[in-house]
């Protein structure tokens, strides 16, 4: 059974601080890594997404890859309360596997 | 562009009754994903069409769910007869070329089985 594996939170950090998200993948063979935000009651949005090893930076969103490690990490700088939501990990697998296995979500809470 | 539809956003129905939700994926998208989200298990992949022919239903619970996607703008799920533990919220979601494109999801089916 293929996992993606996430702390499930809450994680609080005060307004302006940066929040550190991560996650785990079981899969060795894991291509393609990605950060949805889910707002409650909403539906998942996509925010990163990354395929090779290394740092990738959006704004103030940077997503960090290490494929040895098997782990993917989330960091929001300057945090803002509107970034308070559920942060999704997915990983799809390797080869032809198309599926998008989903970690539980951690909470994020940023306090004003 | 309208994202991807979905109906009903909210169905409460008694244990032992069909129920069926329906799917209007992104125009042009040629995969079409139903997810199913509790908190207990979070976000499971339940099934995926590729060009309309199912790919991979192994996340399918059993055999009282069942998908079809008749056509390029149309899928349903449907669950027959529903159970009490099948209430959650059931997400459909397209793509193009799954690996590398976002996967966009609809709002949501809110699913309560009594």
């Known amino acids: 059974q293929k996992e993606v594996e996430q702390n499930s939170g809450p994680l609080s950090v005060p307004e302006g601080a940066i929040a550190s998200l991560n996650c785990t993948y079981s899969d060795r063979v894991s291509q393609s890594f990605f950060w949805y935000r889910q707002y409650s009651g909403k539906s998942p949005e996509l925010i990163m997404s990354?395929?090779?090893?290394g740092d990738k930076e959006d704004g103030r969103f940077t997503a960090q890859l290490n494929k040895a490690s098997q782990y993917v990490s989330l960091l929001i700088r300057d945090s803002q309360p509107s970034d308070s939501a559920t942060y999704l990990c997915a990983v799809t697998g390797g080869g032809s596997n198309y599926k998008l296995t989903f970690g539980k979500g951690t909470l994020l809470t940023v306090n004003p | 562009d309208a994202g991807v539809i979905q109906s009903p956003r909210h169905e409460v129905t008694e244990m032992g009754q069909e129920v069926t939700l329906r799917c209007k994926p992104i125009s042009g998208h040629d995969y079409l994903f139903w997810y199913r989200q509790t908190m207990m298990r979070g976000l499971e992949l339940l099934i995926y069409?590729?060009?309309?022919?199912?790919?991979?239903d192994s996340g399918m619970p059993e055999d009282r769910f069942s998908a079809k996607m008749p056509n390029a703008s149309f899928s349903t799920l449907k669950i027959q007869p529903s159970e009490p533990r099948d209430s959650a919220v059931y997400f459909c979601a397209s793509s193009l070329r799954v690996t590398r494109n976002t996967i966009y999801f609809g709002e949501g089916s809110w699913l309560t089985v009594v």
């Open positions: 990354i395929y090779s090893n």
């Open positions: 069409f590729n060009n309309n022919v199912p790919i991979d």
